[in-house]
């Protein structure tokens, strides 16, 4: 079944820096890629994902990037706030479905003031 | 914003106990999903849910587990006889179709004595 991989598992950066997160995945027929955000004490919150017909998305100061040959997906942050201190968990459906998520194991992002 | 319910908050209970977490997802949804995560690990996919019927189940998912939706608006997760590594925080999460978002809500914390 698929599988995702994450590092590094803790990142901290400095606020205004950019921090960047990485994912693999096993499963070549997986074709959704989301990313959560997790607060303390809350559920998932999906941040952006993106589809494998598509290479790059943006969305403010998100961006995430796939490269379906490499099976390898990232999440840049830029600028980062306070805010953006959580964990960050990427994810893969398998195969050509959307509804079981496969999570990674989480990066826990500290941003230095 | 509509959102996903989970009561309660935190259950604790005996070893061998029976419990029932609770979710009310979004009422126009039909995809409906329990996970859990075990303190400082990965959320794992335990169990999917269309129409009144189990999609698909993980191998976590075995017959101490069932999953109900009682009366259209509840959706449930049974743990018959609960054993020390049930405890976790269990998550439903609710998608309009298939092919949308998930929403996460903001877990049930299960402590088992």
């Known amino acids: 079944g698929e599988n995702v991989e994450q590092h590094p598992s803790t990142l901290s950066v400095q606020e205004g820096d950019s921090a960047v997160i990485k994912c693999t995945y096993s499963?070549?027929?997986?074709?959704?890629f989301p990313w959560y955000k997790q607060e303390l004490g809350k559920g998932p919150q999906l941040i952006i994902d993106?589809?494998?017909?598509?290479g790059e998305k943006k969305d403010q100061r998100i961006a995430v990037t796939l490269n379906k040959t490499a099976k390898h997906f990232s999440l840049h942050i830029t600028e980062t706030q306070p805010e953006d201190s959580a964990v960050y968990f990427c994810?893969?459906?398998?195969?050509?479905?959307?509804?079981?998520?496969?999570f990674g194991k989480g990066t826990r992002l500290h941003i230095l003031p | 914003e509509p959102e996903v319910t989970q009561t309660p908050s935190h259950q604790v209970t005996q070893m061998g106990q029976e419990v029932i977490l609770r979710c009310v997802p979004i009422s126009n949804h039909l995809y409906f999903y329990w996970y859990r995560q075990i303190l400082g690990q990965k959320v794992e996919f335990l169990v999917s849910?269309?129409?009144?019927?189990?999609?698909?189940k993980s191998e976590i998912f075995d017959d101490q587990f069932s999953v109900e939706r009682p009366d259209g608006s509840n959706f449930t997760l049974k743990i018959r006889s609960t054993k020390l590594e049930d405890s976790a925080m269990y998550f439903c999460a609710s998608q309009r179709q298939s092919i949308d978002e998930q929403f996460f809500g903001p877990g049930t914390r299960l402590t088992v004595l």
């Open positions: 994810a893969a459906t398998p195969g050509n479905r959307d509804d079981k998520i496969i």
């Open positions: 993106i589809r494998s017909n598509v």
């Open positions: 849910f269309y129409n009144n019927e189990i999609s698909e």
């Open positions: 499963d070549s027929a997986s074709n959704y």
